[in-house]
């Protein structure tokens, strides 16, 4: 956050004023957080507390656990990770996610739709390995 206004402060300068101050300072702010997440390569946490968690040695074939879903989304590129985080964990809509990231509604659409589907596919082909070395060690 100390980042974010610093930022801010440096460069009240370059605020032209084409658009509120808040929602400027709301966009600074939102870049340095997925500058940070990017760097730290940060895992969310957040999950947790929204997917049911499944004891790893109790699970049911086809349940999936939360450090599963953490591994497959540290996986994906940025630019799905950026958007599934924006829209699952932050609570942002399509068109809050398009402002903020300087792309089209229908492109955060898009995005989001082929982010979902990837983690999904690693999802299964995390689980077809775990399935295949159960069976053949």
């Not at 109790?58 to 349940?63: A, N």
Request: a negative charge.
């Amino acid at each position: 956050m100390q980042e974010s206004f610093l930022t801010v402060y440096h460069n009240l300068k370059n605020y032209i004023g084409d658009v509120s101050f808040g929602a400027w300072l709301k966009k600074i702010v939102i870049n340095r957080s997925l500058d940070a997440l990017r760097k730290r390569k940060v895992i969310f946490e957040e999950l947790h507390a929204e997917l049911p968690v499944a004891d790893e040695q109790e699970s049911e074939p086809d349940s999936i656990t939360v450090d599963e879903v953490k591994t497959a989304i540290s996986s994906l590129s940025d630019g799905y990770r950026t958007i599934l985080s924006l829209i699952l964990l932050e609570g942002y809509d399509h068109e809050e996610v398009s402002e903020i990231l300087g792309i089209k509604n229908v492109t955060s659409r898009t995005q989001f739709s082929r982010a979902r589907q990837r983690l999904r596919e690693i999802l299964a082909e995390n689980r077809k390995k775990q399935t295949e070395e159960r069976i053949y060690g």
